[in-house]
């Protein structure tokens, strides 16, 4: 009998579609889906128009975290569709205010051995509980909920193996930013990281969290810890001792790659700008001053996170010239830190509890000032993504923000007084609406449409030859942020003609008018970019925005993971350069010419006339990725579906 890892286990009892370790697609059958309000609209959209009459998974919840500050009407009425929709179709609602999803969902749904699919790039937090948790395009999502296949390539799956035992001041996030110190943030495209050795027992549920979290920022496919006797613990005191499996590797599993990290030796990290991938040392920066920080989103917000900061800051006072905002992760984490007296420690310490929402990591809300240095626990610093350009962003973990807030100065932690493993969590699931009927959906149930809620376009079916323009040209790591912006830009996001004026904001805020333009003259346009384009979020919105604006092509040197299923998804070709080099000929303006594209996508080789120069480009797609390109999408791709089989019952 063969021995297996973790991540065999679980998906060997998943896979209903190829065949892991062939090294071609698999189809994986979903337990659980999530989504938040700022991808949920959209995939909700798209599932009703499925024609299904309730979601086909054991598990689905719409959570809203992104978008709780409601200035002018369109994240309330928003809101109001989301939890129509939920009661419809049998989805369980968690309300504004209830928590942050993938903390949530850790404390109350996640299951070992089950598979979740979430809207979200971080939904991967589940893999510290044993989940194989993705994250993934909102399209993916609800197909998934009307009961169909997630594709992904059959993964490798490396092993991080982990070794004694973290010091005093250093924790899971300096572990997080150690992996993305040796692996980087591109090139990890198809993988997925196993968490094993003797060092995961020292680790907490929180803390494998936090490591699972921040794969998302390495490209990986997801990552997933053994669910052990720390995560049995963890589940019986959230009263959920039912939900646990024993989900270990066998002993002499095999890997495609082995690495080994000796947690005694680690010291504070911090991501510098503007990327999580760009690794140092604490004490490299010690003495730079800070003027804000801010603590929490879905990576450090568990009540060890939160009462490890209020250990360190009790009975003392923040710097006067700095800021400091703390977002808890749910409200159960909240209720644990008043009744043990450390909100009042932190209030009393002179910081500003936030809500319980991801406000601050997405630029909803807090942004620095013009040029200040911000240290953050969240997962990511990309360029403006704090909602300020000029801003300098640090990724910290817990303990290094809250000594840093102590001196106004980027400081490591020295001794710190441990968080106790809770024995019991206060459980109260009354802002989870809906949670009796998960499943069934009350018939009938109206639907509540704002005015900011547009229907859902779809994409023109891949012509066999096509006249383009260049729009745009970008360089190496454009992340979905650059594509599609967040903050201010988030509200209209069920909005797809009004969104899409504003792709490619940071970087050109003339995009939109020159797409039109191009589109006026008969011609479809292309993004050309460099490497690891389409980093950070599973917004579709990056792919569907530029898809309603005439995008048929993007030709990069490399394309990330979540990015590229969004872009097949809605019928853009995700087009690599079979020689990197040829980058350099291509200029934007520059009109391209392809021919026989209905051919190219069935060999996997296209060859584009640009203005220098004929170059060749790479196309690699399975069979139902082709079919899902050439209808131009994946609505259209299922619609032509359906009505064959209304053709065939005929």
């Known amino acids: 009998m063969k021995k297996m890892n973790v991540v065999e286990k679980i998906l060997s009892g998943h896979v209903v579609e190829g065949e892991l370790g062939a090294g071609g697609e698999v189809g994986i059958r979903i337990d659980q889906t999530l989504t938040q309000d700022a991808t949920g609209t959209m995939a909700y959209l798209q599932f009703e128009s499925m024609g299904v009459d309730r979601?086909?998974?054991?598990?689905?919840?719409?959570?809203?975290?992104?978008?709780?500050?409601?200035?002018?009407?369109?994240?309330?009425?928003?809101?109001?569709?989301?939890?129509?929709?939920?009661?419809?179709?049998?989805?369980?609602?968690?309300?504004?205010?209830?928590?942050?999803?993938?903390?949530?969902?850790?404390e109350r749904f996640g299951k070992p051995g089950t598979t979740l699919l979430g809207s979200d790039s971080h939904t991967p937090t589940g893999g510290g509980i044993g989940q194989i948790a993705i994250g993934a395009g909102g399209i993916d999502v609800a197909v998934a909920m009307a009961g169909g296949a997630f594709h992904i390539p059959s993964p490798k799956v490396r092993a991080i193996v982990l070794k004694g035992s973290l010091g005093s001041g250093v924790s899971a996030k300096d572990v997080a930013l150690k992996v993305l110190e040796r692996f980087g943030t591109k090139g990890n495209v198809g993988w997925i990281f196993e968490y094993t050795g003797p060092g995961v027992a020292t680790l907490d549920v929180p803390s494998r969290a936090t490591i699972?979290?921040?794969?998302?920022?390495?490209?990986?496919?997801?990552?997933?810890?053994?669910?052990?006797?720390?995560?049995?613990?963890?589940?019986?005191?959230?009263?959920?001792?039912?939900?646990?499996?024993?989900?270990?590797?066998?002993?002499?599993?095999?890997?495609?790659?082995?690495?080994?990290?000796?947690?005694?030796?680690?010291?504070?990290?911090?991501?510098?700008?503007?990327?999580?991938?760009?690794?140092?040392?604490?004490?490299?920066?010690?003495?730079?001053?800070?003027?804000?920080?801010m603590i929490g989103s879905c990576t450090n917000?568990?009540?060890?996170?939160?009462?490890?900061?209020?250990?360190?800051?009790?009975?003392?006072h923040v710097a006067d010239d700095v800021e400091v905002g703390i977002a808890c992760g749910s409200r159960q984490v909240v209720s644990m830190l008043a009744k043990d007296g450390s909100l009042l420690a932190l209030v009393k310490a002179g910081c500003r509890i936030l809500e319980n929402a991801c406000g601050f990591c997405i630029g909803a809300h807090m942004s620095p000032s013009t040029d200040a240095v911000?240290?953050?626990?969240?997962?990511?610093?990309?360029?403006?993504?704090?909602?300020?350009?000029?801003?300098?962003?640090?990724?910290?973990?817990?303990?290094?923000?809250?000594?840093?807030?102590?001196?106004?100065?980027?400081t490591a932690c020295g001794k710190v007084r441990g968080v106790p493993?809770?024995?019991?969590?206060?459980?109260?699931?009354?802002?989870?609406?809906?949670?009796?009927?998960?499943?069934?959906?009350?018939?009938?149930?109206?639907?509540?449409?704002?005015?900011?809620?547009?229907?859902?376009?779809?994409?023109?079916?891949l012509p066999s030859s096509m006249d383009a323009a260049v729009a745009i040209k970008v360089g190496d790591k454009i992340t979905t942020d650059h594509i599609m912006p967040a903050g201010a830009r988030l509200k209209f996001r069920s909005n797809i003609p009004e969104y899409s004026k504003y792709v490619f904001e940071p970087c050109d805020p003339k995009f939109h008018?020159?797409?039109?333009?191009?589109?006026?003259?008969?011609?479809?346009?292309?993004?050309?970019?460099?490497?690891?384009?389409?980093?950070?979020?599973?917004?579709?919105?990056?792919?569907?925005?530029?898809?309603?604006?005439?995008?048929?092509?993007?030709?990069?040197?490399?394309?990330?993971?979540?990015?590229?299923?969004?872009?097949?998804?809605?019928?853009?070709?995700?087009?690599?350069?079979?020689?990197?080099?040829d980058y350099a000929a291509f200029a934007a303006g520059d009109k391209l010419r392809f021919v026989g594209l209905d051919k190219a996508v069935e060999g996997g080789v296209v060859s584009v006339k640009a203005k220098k120069k004929t170059v060749t480009l790479r196309l690699a797609l399975s069979g139902r990725e082709r079919d899902i390109v050439l209808a131009g999408g994946l609505l259209a791709s299922l619609s032509s579906q359906n009505d064959k089989s209304k053709d065939r019952r005929r």
């Not at 403006?384 to 102590?406: M, Q």
């Not at 969590?425 to 639907?447: H, N, Q, W």
């Open 513 to 581: 008018d020159r797409c039109l333009a191009n589109r006026a003259k008969g011609l479809f346009n292309v993004i050309v970019a460099g490497e690891s384009y389409g980093q950070g979020s599973s917004r579709e919105h990056a792919a569907l925005c530029p898809m309603y604006l005439g995008v048929k092509a993007v030709i990069a040197k490399s394309i990330e993971r979540i990015h590229r299923a969004n872009l097949v998804n809605f019928g853009i070709l995700p087009l690599v350069f079979d020689d990197p080099k």
């Open 374 to 410: 911000s240290l953050r626990t969240s997962n990511r610093n990309f360029e403006g993504r704090s909602g300020t350009k000029s801003a300098k962003v640090y990724l910290v973990s817990p303990e290094t923000a809250a000594a840093s807030a102590l001196t106004g100065k980027f």
């Open 301 to 316: 917000s568990s009540y060890r996170d939160i009462r490890t900061v209020a250990n360190i800051l009790k009975g003392r």
């Open 55 to 106: 979601v086909r998974t054991d598990l689905s919840v719409s959570y809203v975290d992104h978008n709780t500050v409601q200035i002018g009407f369109e994240n309330s009425d928003d809101h109001d569709f989301l939890s129509s929709i939920a009661r419809k179709y049998g989805i369980v609602y968690s309300k504004a205010g209830n928590g942050i999803c993938h903390q949530l969902h850790l």
């Open 212 to 293: 699972a979290n921040m794969g998302a920022e390495l490209g990986v496919t997801t990552s997933v810890f053994p669910s052990d006797d720390t995560t049995r613990q963890f589940l019986a005191a959230q009263g959920r001792a039912g939900d646990f499996t024993r989900l270990v590797a066998d002993p002499g599993a095999g890997y495609d790659d082995t690495w080994d990290i000796d947690l005694s030796k680690l010291e504070p990290l911090a991501a510098a700008p503007h990327s999580p991938g760009n690794v140092v040392t604490v004490r490299s920066m010690k003495g730079v001053k800070v003027n804000q920080i």
């Open 421 to 461: 493993r809770p024995s019991r969590f206060p459980v109260d699931d009354s802002m989870f609406l809906y949670a009796k009927t998960a499943g069934r959906g009350v018939a009938g149930a109206e639907i509540v449409r704002g005015p900011n809620i547009a229907p859902v376009p779809r994409g023109e079916r």
